[in-house]
Every structure is written in C-alpha cells, then in structure tokens.
C-alpha cells in the first residue's frame, strides 16, 4: 500500500492541527490493517501519536489522548488526524504509516505552529 499525508503546513498557537492520510493500493478496511500517525519533532525520535483499525476502532497516545481525534472516511479511503490546542511544542514531522501489514510509511509532511 502507498500513503500520502496532507494539510497545512503551519497552525497558529491553540487551533487545531487537521492532516489526512490518502491510501492506495489497498483499503483501509481490510483485516488486520492498522493505520498509525508518527510524528517527529525537531532533534527528537519518532513519538506514536495514534492510529485506527481496519474495523475503525481507535487507540491514542495517552500523552495526546485530551486533544486528539483519529477518524476515517471508508468511501475515500482515508484516514484523519486532528490535533487540537496545539502549541509550538507540536512543531514535527507527521508520518501516516500502516503498522499491521505492510509496514509502509507515508513520505511525512512537516507541520509548524506558529504565531
């Protein structure tokens, strides 16, 4: 499977975060597909942010969990991700990846927040 991010590239302080990942080559609701956000900030690892099943049950970071949201939409066959309040601590590179299968990773698209 291929997967491509996408969103702006830079949030103001306390708005909120919107990426979508595009999947292709397979769909999202296959068996045993799970289908992740990773991010990475600036000098720092990889941090697993949250992800959705195939059945579209979803697991976050209990770090993240106040202010984040996994959702998806079967009919495009994507997958989203909204981080809310963000700050400038949430400046990294955002990966979608699929974790149960395939292992394939998207290319990452770098977010900032900003004033």
């Known amino acids: 499977v291929q997967l491509q991010e996408s969103g702006p590239g830079l949030v103001k302080p306390s708005q909120t975060l919107s990426l979508t990942c595009t999947v292709s080559?397979?769909?999202?609701?296959?068996?045993?597909?799970?289908w992740t956000w990773i991010r990475q900030p600036p000098g720092k690892g990889l941090e697993w942010v949250g992800g959705?099943?195939?059945?579209?049950?979803?697991g976050l970071s209990p770090s993240l969990k106040s202010r984040t949201s996994i959702s998806r939409d079967t009919s495009k066959n994507q997958f989203s991700l909204q981080l809310r309040f963000v700050t400038p601590e949430d400046t990294a590179m955002y990966y979608c990846?699929?974790?149960?299968?395939?292992?394939?990773w998207g290319q990452g698209t770098q977010v900032t927040v900003s004033s």
């Open positions: 959705i099943s195939y059945s579209g049950s979803t």
């Open positions: 080559g397979g769909s999202i609701t296959t068996n045993n597909y799970f």
């Open positions: 990846c699929e974790l149960g299968l395939s292992g394939s």
